[in-house]
């Protein structure tokens, strides 16, 4: 039996709650509304943990960097159908510069997905980062909910260790 919405949403938190991190970086999304909730009006909006949403991805990430740069642990939570916008930021400073940013990107698009225009964009969200040499780890319906945690905090690691950005793909719909 197949992971549920809600189950998938809090292996995602979990996971974003092992890094522990003091700053998360969000653009409102209806997919992600568990996952925002916990963090915005749930037990992850506690004292000295910043909460806030960024008008768009470029601008995320260029706080993102300058987070990572004075050293504290930040994440930034968003759609892969912002995946284009954050690219020139993303590959003109913490790319070349090896500044160890990390990012939750959900996936649209694909199996389960219920709006027709997203598929346009979404379904190209592992070429745009390879054909950009960003790395990158996918979570969906093919990996056991119980790795989910790990992987996350492991991708939080790998990019503090090889200094430059990492993102977690989740599939909170199952596809």
Not at 42 to 54: E, Y
Not at 67 to 93: S, Y
Not at 151 to 171: C, M, S
């Amino acid at each position: 039996m197949s992971a549920s919405f809600e189950q998938r949403s809090h292996a995602v938190i979990e996971g974003v709650e092992a890094i522990d991190p003091e700053f998360v970086l969000h653009l409102p999304s209806s997919t992600l509304k568990l996952v925002l909730g916990y963090f915005l009006d749930g037990p992850g909006a506690r004292a000295g943990r910043r909460i806030f949403p960024i008008p768009r991805e470029e601008e995320g990430i260029s706080i993102l960097s300058g987070l990572a740069l004075a050293g504290r642990r930040a994440v930034m939570i968003f759609q892969d159908n912002g995946i284009g916008n954050m690219l020139t930021a993303l590959l003109t400073f913490p790319q070349p510069y090896h500044v160890p940013v990390f990012g939750i990107i959900t996936r649209r698009g694909g199996l389960g997905e219920y709006n027709s225009m997203i598929h346009t964009i979404s379904e190209r969200s592992e070429a745009l980062l390879d054909a950009a040499g960003v790395r990158w780890v996918q979570l969906d319906g093919r990996t056991p909910l119980e790795d989910w945690l790990e992987t996350i905090q492991r991708g939080y690691e790998f990019a503090q260790t090889t200094h430059r950005p990492v993102f977690v793909l989740v599939n909170l719909m199952g596809g």
